[in-house]
């Protein structure tokens, strides 16, 4: 085998002043530089383009490709926190929580300034029911990185209300979720859930106030209408009640939950016959939507629920309305679907 001569190019300084041999030396780290800069400048570029094609299959649930992408990245430059970030966010996606939370770790490791990677690992480690403090530190730390955020502080109120723990700290919620407005303060679905956090605490009034700025802001949403009318019925207002109930219903005509409702507010005002016919409408709304479920539904459905429901409601009326036979059937469907209160009231009224 031949040896292959591999020219060398040598610069021969001799006879050259120093002045010119220090000229020569900067010419050519101004000619070598920018060959260098480019090679770097096309690499980030690379990196990027598989970053953004991972982030678009992300977003189209394509996760494998996500996947392939984001190592093709990582290839290139293994301590892109970006990287590690989004492929924690796949696996958050794929109910793979503690590789997901791995993940969000090294990203932080690499990138210690980004808020979202804080903010998705507090998800994460709600969701596994890792002690609270370890979301809440997750999500004040996103907070501090960005505080014009929204979104975070909404988080956090819910964190700071779950049950899961013995005292839901609801009041520290409600400040928090008035931070939230006050970066966002069209947002109807935040005066709600603050209008909800008032409402678990027993501050009725505000609750009612914040229901009705959420209706003032999107009339169209018929929950808001629905829990402010059940506000009316804790305070006993029932006509306010009704109304709002009827305004629910006239959004979402097939909603059973509003139907009960209404039934419920009439059956206070002692108006046994509408509130009977309420809760017969809810009993075969119930009945036709679980018809259209595949299969069977077991008691703990919300459908069921909310049948066993309707047919003591409506027991209650018809025996209260005098027509006891009536009513034992109906206590007697209730307690077959699971409701105890039905089974007590067998006993006391039914022979």
Request: glycine share 4%.
């Amino acid at each position: 085998m031949s040896n292959i001569y591999k020219p060398t190019v040598i610069i021969n300084f001799g006879g050259i002043s120093r002045s010119m041999k220090h000229f020569i030396i900067i010419f050519l780290a101004v000619l070598i530089i920018p060959f260098k800069l480019i090679g770097q400048k096309d690499l980030q570029n690379k990196i990027e383009v598989y970053i953004k094609l991972a982030e678009e299959n992300y977003s189209k649930e394509n996760y494998d490709q996500a996947m392939i992408n984001l190592d093709s990245a990582s290839a290139l430059d293994p301590d892109n926190g970006e990287i590690y970030r989004i492929r924690g966010m796949i696996y958050y996606e794929q109910s793979e929580s503690r590789r997901a939370i791995n993940e969000f770790n090294n990203a932080i490791r690499f990138d210690p300034g980004n808020p979202e990677t804080y903010f998705y690992r507090s998800l994460v480690r709600f969701e596994v029911g890792d002690h609270r403090n370890y979301s809440l530190n997750d999500i004040n730390m996103a907070i501090e990185l960005q505080p014009d955020n929204a979104i975070y502080y909404i988080e956090k109120a819910n964190y700071l209300t779950s049950t899961t723990y013995p005292v839901p700290e609801y009041n520290l919620a409600i400040q928090t979720i008035s931070q939230a407005i006050s970066i966002d303060p069209e947002n109807a679905h935040y005066y709600a859930i603050r209008a909800k956090y008032n409402s678990d605490s027993d501050q009725l009034l505000a609750s009612l106030s914040d229901y009705s700025k959420s209706i003032e802001m999107d009339p169209s949403i018929a929950e808001y209408y629905n829990k402010r009318g059940i506000i009316y019925l804790r305070i006993e207002d029932y006509l306010k009640a009704i109304e709002d109930f009827n305004s629910a219903i006239q959004i979402d005509p097939l909603n059973e939950n509003y139907i009960i409702s209404r039934g419920q507010a009439r059956f206070n005002m002692t108006e046994y016959e509408t509130a009977i016919l309420d809760f017969t409408l809810s009993i075969d709304t119930i009945y036709r939507k679980i018809s259209e479920v595949p299969g069977q539904i077991n008691l703990d459905h919300p459908l069921n629920k909310a049948l066993r429901r309707s047919y003591f409601l409506r027991g209650s009326a018809l025996l209260q309305s005098e027509s006891t036979f009536e009513a034992c059937q109906d206590f007697e469907a209730a307690a077959n679907l699971g409701e105890s209160r039905a089974t007590s009231y067998k006993r006391r009224y039914c022979r």
